[in-house]
């Protein structure tokens, strides 16, 4: 009878929990969505993938990119501009990252309709394609600025560089959002230190894809261009990634990942390039730059193991 008594009392126990759990969840919007629209979301970019896997199987260096998935380019190209980690590189290309960015995008109270400018670099071109499909998904209004110039083991193969994933993946219709904005990126955002054959990889790359290459004659100039971009927008998002120079104005490295409200202790605005002007103009920022820390927040694998998406067989 005591058995018994224990039995209902554990059954009892667990329906009380599972209505609890249902009832909190159903106040907790934010979990819901993101319940709902992450699969989605990484489905997309896992069909994104497959795609440039298929294009780039022959070109990619499986000790750097092992999964083959062609997100990961040279160590050392014409367009490279600043050194970076494998690691990171390896990092940002774990599907599981799609969540991270719905998530912080939910935190901003972001809501249908609402204008999101995302401020790419090469340096990391999985995660510009996750964050425009992260943005689409939530039915956002989604505007995109990006570079060429990418640091190591970015889009930095000459055949292959930022425009042309990008224009692949959109030609597909994998994704909806084409670059309004182009710049060589390097330092100032103006292809200083790219040489004559780097410039014109970039250049070459934009024309066969279709895009216009903004210049500009020194850092303050092009800044100058994307605030005016900035106020035409007037976005509710700032969503920064990787390290472009007028984006962060060559203070990333003070600079948390994730949501950024306010800047470091006696900084100032001015300081911080677009992050600080939208900051200073009360818009949301998300930075998605020091990847393994954010993998390591979330609690993603740093060097995840994507044998099981077969990125390689579409």
């Not at 200083?192 to 054959?197: Q, T």
Request: charged share 20%.
């Amino acid at each position: 009878m005591k058995q018994l008594s224990t039995r209902m009392l554990l059954i009892v126990f667990l329906i009380a929990l599972a209505g609890y759990l249902l009832v909190r969840e159903g106040e907790n919007p934010r979990l819901k969505a993101l319940k709902m629209l992450y699969p989605q979301a990484q489905e997309r970019f896992l069909n994104a993938t497959k795609l440039l896997s298929n294009v780039r199987k022959e070109h990619v260096d499986p000790t750097l990119d092992p999964f083959k998935t062609g997100w990961i380019g040279p160590e050392f190209s014409p367009v490279v501009t600043t050194m970076g980690s494998l690691i990171s590189k390896r990092a940002s290309i774990n599907p599981e990252f799609v969540y991270v960015i719905i998530d912080l995008l939910l935190s901003n109270n972001i809501k249908e309709g609402d204008s999101v400018l995302i401020a790419a670099s090469a340096s990391f071109p999985a995660l510009n394609i996750m964050t425009v499909i992260a943005a689409e998904t939530l039915k956002l209004d989604v505007h995109l600025m990006s570079s060429i110039g990418s640091s190591t083991f970015g889009a930095t193969d000459p055949q292959w560089l930022w425009p042309d994933i990008e224009n692949l993946i959109y030609t597909h219709g994998v994704i909806h959002t084409r670059t309004e904005f182009l710049t060589y990126g390097g330092s100032e955002d103006i292809g200083i230190f790219l040489d004559s054959e780097g410039r014109k990889l970039c250049e070459d790359s934009a024309i066969r894809n279709g895009y216009r290459l903004i210049t500009a004659e020194s850092y303050d100039e092009m800044l100058q261009k994307k605030k005016e971009y900035f106020d035409r927008i007037k976005p509710a998002v700032l969503i920064n990634i990787g390290g472009n120079h007028t984006n962060t104005g060559g203070g990333a490295h003070l600079l948390h990942s994730g949501l950024i409200q306010k800047l470091p202790p006696n900084c100032e605005f001015e300081h911080f390039g677009l992050i600080g002007y939208a900051l200073e103009n009360d818009c949301g920022v998300i930075n998605l730059l020091n990847v393994t820390e954010l993998a390591t927040k979330w609690r993603l694998n740093v060097d995840p193991d994507l044998s099981c998406y077969n990125f390689n067989n579409f």
